[in-house]
């Protein structure tokens, strides 16, 4: 059974960085099949993709959050995100989620599936 | 980016009733769209994907319909455990959108 559960900080200052690891069990994430995303939802607001990684260390990520973001594919089956300069707008619960690939798997325009497999998310808060 | 729109923003439903929610995109996404369930302090639960395969584990009750910018998701009779918030994606351009959401209410 494949899972995935997200770890790191609950409460971030303004301005620092947020940093958030996703741990991938039953699956492998260097795998070709699928592609490992970010995806966040902030206090009444609607889900937000973030970004996403291929095995092969391949990222797209958000335009409007795209000079913020590094997704990187870590040695221990996990990935993990980096959002810098955090504010207050910021504060969300952060999901991982994983892709199916379909086609063209590995370039800059693949196409996946939708996220048939989420982690049950982690808050974090953005405070002084 | 291509936007999401979703109606109405609430609906109340009896038990054993059927619910309609629309999903609307703000340019044609063919037919690559998904639909979620969301509980509260869950994460989303895939139902929908092609705008009309139901997803495994998806109960045959949940339909979905439609192309283009114009989409639909049937609950044909409620059961207690769908009161729940649905969402719409879209997965046909980048970046990659939802809508904000139908929350599903016990009438």
């Known amino acids: 059974q494949v899972q995935l559960q997200e770890s790191g900080p609950g409460l971030v200052k303004p301005s620092e960085t947020l940093s958030l690891t996703c741990t991938v069990s039953g699956a492998s994430v260097h795998s070709g099949t699928y592609y490992w995303n970010w995806i966040r939802q902030a206090p009444g607001r609607r889900l937000e993709w973030i970004g996403y990684i291929y095995y092969t260390g391949s990222t797209k990520y958000n335009p409007s959050l795209r000079s913020r973001i590094t997704i990187s594919v870590m040695s221990r089956n996990q990935f993990s995100l980096q959002l810098n300069s955090v504010t207050a707008a910021d504060t969300a619960v952060y999901y991982c989620a994983r892709a199916v690939c379909r086609a063209y798997c590995g370039g800059p325009v693949p196409t996946l599936d939708p996220f048939d497999l989420w982690g049950q998310g982690t808050m974090v808060t953005v405070s002084s | 980016e291509i936007v999401m729109t979703q109606s109405p923003a609430t609906l109340s439903v009896s038990p054993g009733e059927r619910a309609t929610l629309s999903c609307r995109a703000s340019q044609s996404v063919s037919s690559n769209l998904a639909w979620y369930q969301q509980k509260p302090g869950q994460a989303p639960r895939l139902l929908i994907y092609?705008?009309?395969t139901r997803a495994t584990g998806c109960p045959a009750r949940f339909s979905g319909s439609g192309s283009a910018t114009e989409f639909t998701l049937t609950i044909s009779s409620l059961q207690s455990e769908d009161f729940a918030v649905y969402y719409c994606q879209q997965y046909d351009k980048w970046p990659l959108t939802f809508g904000p959401g139908t929350k599903v209410d016990i009438k």
């Open positions: 092609g705008a009309s």
